[in-house]
């Protein structure tokens, strides 16, 4: 924690600050997703794969938090 933080030449609270924001961020995005597939159905694979297109990923990779 000590390294990643001196790597974004950020304080050790400043940086747990910002991975609890990306955390909190993550969590209402996968709410508000399950909340739309629980009103539409679940995304395609065509949707996802759209998806990650837009975002720069291939299949089942994440975005780094």
Avoid: C
């Amino acid at each position: 924690m000590i390294a990643a933080a001196e790597a974004d030449g950020m304080s050790v609270s400043a940086w747990m600050t910002a991975a609890a924001r990306r955390e909190l961020r993550l969590r209402d995005g996968l709410a508000a997703v399950a909340e739309w597939e629980a009103e539409h159905g679940a995304l395609t694979e065509e949707e996802l794969s759209a998806a990650r297109r837009r975002m720069g990923l291939g299949r089942g990779e994440r975005r780094p938090a």
